[in-house]
C-alpha cells in the first residue's frame, strides 16, 4: 500500500459566489501558496476574589486572519494577464453594488488527489492586492497576492 500523505503543495482553492451578489467562481483556483488557515481567540482574565493561587479565563470573540493566496499573474499557455482579482477590488473601490463577495474552500489532497481535509470561509471581500515586485535582477516570476478578509472559518475532515 502506498504511504500517503498530505503535502503542503498538494491543495486546491476555489471562490464561488456567496448571497447572490455573483455570479459564478472567480478564478481557476491556480493558486502557488495558501496562508491565513488560522484563529485566535480573545480570552480575558478574571480575578476572583480570595482566589491568590490563579487567574480564571474566559472566552471571548474569535478573530480570523485574513486568507492570504498567491498565485503567477500570467496565465501559463499564453502569457496574458489574467485580471478577475483585480476587477473584483476595482468594483468595490469604484461603489459597484451590490458588493460581490465569495465564499472560499481550500482543500488539502493526498496523492490520490483525494481530499482529506477542507476549510470554508464565508463572505469574502477583497481586502488587499498586491501587485508583483518587479526586479530586473532576480528574473523571478510575477506573483499577485490577494488578501481576503472573511466572516468565518470552518474546518471538515474527510
Not at 485574513?66 to 478577475?84: A, C, F, H, K
Not at 469604484?94 to 463577495?101: A, E, L, Q, T, Y
Not at 493526498?110 to 501587485?131: N, Q, S
Request: glycine content about 10%; proline content about 4%; hydrophobic content about 40%.
Amino acid at each position: 500500500m502506498p504511504d500517503l500523505l498530505a503535502r503542503s503543495f498538494l491543495f486546491r482553492v476555489s471562490l464561488s459566489a456567496s448571497d447572490g451578489t455573483a455570479s459564478g467562481s472567480l478564478t481557476d483556483g491556480a493558486f502557488a501558496e495558501c496562508t491565513g488557515l488560522d484563529i485566535e481567540m480573545d480570552v480575558g482574565e478574571y480575578v476572583e476574589g480570595g482566589r491568590n493561587n490563579g487567574v480564571l479565563q474566559r472566552a471571548g470573540r474569535a478573530k480570523v486572519s485574513r486568507i492570504i493566496l498567491r498565485r503567477g499573474m500570467l496565465y501559463p499557455s499564453d502569457g496574458s494577464v489574467n485580471p478577475e482579482l483585480w476587477r473584483w477590488l476595482q468594483d468595490v473601490l469604484d461603489g459597484v453594488r451590490p458588493i460581490r463577495r465569495y465564499d472560499g474552500t481550500i482543500s488539502i489532497l493526498d496523492e490520490t488527489r483525494r481530499t482529506i481535509a477542507t476549510w470554508t470561509f464565508t463572505r469574502g471581500l477583497p481586502a488587499k492586492l498586491v501587485g508583483p515586485q518587479l526586479n530586473a535582477k532576480t528574473g523571478e516570476v510575477v506573483i499577485e497576492e490577494l488578501q481576503i478578509a472573511h466572516e468565518g472559518l470552518r474546518l471538515k475532515v474527510a
